[in-house]
């Protein structure tokens, strides 16, 4: 069955420092990976996707994620950070479902 | 756009209650997944339904059902309710099967059970 895992359950950085959250998956099948963020209070919010063709995602708000099939990663990244990136961020996968990891909550000091 | 539409946003239920959850997509989505979150067990996938066929189902008790209409709008159902049942219920919605296709998220339905 397909699965997700994600590195760090806390991460804390000051504002401006870059930011690496692991993600690991596992399936046999078509690779579609997800990030997906959840500001505090808001909904969930899709960051970046990856179905195939360039493993260099670019999503939204800055961030971009590299799809590494050799390592089966998919790590999000942001060269800087700010205190609005402060959220809980979730990858994902979807094989016969959208699996979720247990989610990295991240904290941006001012 | 509107947005996906959940209601209630917040309900407290008694044990042993049933509950009914409504979700509504965006209009011209014809996939709904709902999920439950909680902060032991994250997010767990629930069931998907396409246009009013369920097509997975997770890893949930029978108590756990859910229907689509043919309007797409969504509703689950938990029945005999148990105090572990406390969760945010995501409902999402997409354009196709959520496989290909990005899903938006509903702000949820926080359900307390006491």
């Known amino acids: 069955a397909q699965s997700v895992s994600q590195h760090n359950h806390h991460v804390i950085l000051s504002e401006a420092a870059s930011l690496e959250l692991g993600c690991n998956y596992s399936?046999?099948?078509?690779?579609?990976l997800f990030w997906y963020v959840q500001y505090p209070g808001q909904h969930l919010q899709l960051l970046l996707k990856y179905f195939s063709g360039d493993p260099l995602v670019k999503g939204i708000k800055g961030f971009e994620a590299e799809f590494i099939k050799s390592k089966f990663s998919f790590n999000l990244r942001k060269p800087s950070v700010q205190w609005s990136d402060t959220a809980e961020y979730f990858c994902?996968?979807?094989?016969?479902?959208?699996?979720f990891g247990a989610g990295t909550i991240l904290r941006v000091k001012s | 756009k509107a947005g996906v539409t959940q209601t209630p946003r917040y309900l407290i239920k008694t044990r042993g209650q049933q509950v009914t959850l409504s979700c509504s997509p965006i209009?011209?989505?014809?996939?709904v997944s709902w999920y439950q979150q909680t902060p032991g067990q994250g997010l767990q996938f629930l069931f998907e339904?396409?246009?009013?066929?369920?097509?997975n189902k997770g890893n949930f008790p029978g108590r756990f059902s859910g229907r689509q209409f043919s309007n797409s709008r969504s509703e689950m159902n938990v029945s005999t309710l148990e105090l572990g049942d406390s969760a945010l219920y995501l409902c999402?919605?997409?354009?196709?099967?959520?496989?290909?296709?990005?899903?938006?998220f509903g702000q949820g339905t926080r359900l307390t059970v006491v």
């Open positions: 399936y046999g099948g078509t690779v579609n």
């Open positions: 994902a996968t979807y094989g016969n479902k959208l699996v």
């Open positions: 999402a919605s997409s354009l196709g099967t959520a496989e290909l296709s990005e899903a938006f």
């Open positions: 339904y396409f246009s009013e066929t369920q097509r």
């Open positions: 209009s011209g989505h014809r996939s």
